[in-house]
């Protein structure tokens, strides 16, 4: 399966997950992996399904996604934030976790979408994962969660 993976740091300008999502959103809509109405979408969603995850290490994740009919190009825009941006707990939409990183996941089928969710969360339960893509440089982490998905 091909897919784009886009990484942004992202230092102390977005402080809500509505600015996140829209962020990162953005990066996929100016490389044209995903329709304008897909930014709109996962808004729509995180509030309803929010997508927040806390990690064993104590860290967040955030993995917002939207309809696949909107999506143009199998594309993850991945946002490291420096300081943390609350979401939405995914087991408990009425509690919150602070997330350090997210993963905007964008797929153009239902399949292709559940395929790398699962392995995804597989991957998120190894904490030398997490840190690796918080820690790598910037230009090194599409290429190694990329590897990573093909591996597992």
Same mark, same amino acid.
């Given at each position: ?9 992202? =230092? ?9 999502? =829209? ?19 996962c808004l729509v969603r995180e509030k309803t ?36 941006? =609350?979401?939405?707990?995914m087991e408990d939409a009425d509690l919150t976790? =602070? ?6 996941l964008a797929f153009a089928t239902s399949d ?41």
């Amino acid at each position: 399966m091909k897919l784009e993976i886009l990484v942004n740091d992202v =230092e102390g300008t977005i402080t809500d997950w509505q600015a996140a999502i =829209e962020f990162a959103g953005q990066k996929l809509l100016d490389k044209d992996y995903i329709t304008p109405e897909y930014i709109r979408a996962c808004l729509v969603r995180e509030k309803t399904y929010p997508t927040g995850l806390m990690m064993a290490n104590g860290q967040g994740i955030a993995i917002p996604h939207a309809d696949y009919t909107l999506v143009k190009t199998n594309s993850i825009s991945i946002v490291r934030f420096d300081q943390g941006v =609350e979401f939405g707990q995914m087991e408990d939409a009425d509690l919150t976790v =602070e997330c350090s990183i997210m993963f905007n996941l964008a797929f153009a089928t239902s399949d292709q979408h559940m395929s790398v969710l699962r392995r995804l969360f597989t991957l998120f339960q190894d904490l030398s994962f997490i840190e690796s893509c918080r820690n790598l440089k910037t230009h090194e982490v599409g290429k190694y969660v990329e590897e990573m998905l093909s591996a597992s």
